[in-house]
């Protein structure tokens, strides 16, 4: 089993910054995927970024340039910058197991940016 553990939401303004970080524990294979997705009300659930145990990222157009996704093993960051109120959402920490498809969510924490 996994744990993650979120930490870092909260209310901002419009152009302002937060810093959202995930510690993962447990049984955690070397070989990774670890990600932040979102989910504002009324939608679905949906990538914002993603890293590899490697280092290899992925990000969603929308937050390309202003959100940066970094990891130190198996502790994942997501620096948010310049942020706009379309990114209000509870942000889900996300670890993958590619060996196993396994996958495993922390609790959420929520981001709200204000006009």
């Known amino acids: 089993q996994v744990q993650l553990v979120e930490s870092g939401g909260g209310l901002v303004q419009a152009g302002g910054s937060l810093r959202l970080s995930c510690s993962a524990s447990g049984s955690i294979f070397s070989v990774n995927v670890m990600g932040w997705y979102r989910q504002a009300p009324g939608k679905q659930r949906e990538m914002v970024a993603t890293?590899?145990?490697?280092?290899s990222t992925n990000y969603a157009d929308s937050v390309k340039g202003r959100f940066t996704i970094s990891r130190a093993k198996n502790t994942v960051y997501l620096q948010m910058n310049s942020l706009k109120p379309d990114d209000t959402a509870v942000y889900y920490c996300n670890l993958y197991h590619r060996q196993t498809s396994e996958n495993y969510w922390g609790q959420g924490t929520q981001v709200t940016v204000s006009s």
């Open positions: 890293i590899t145990s490697s280092g």
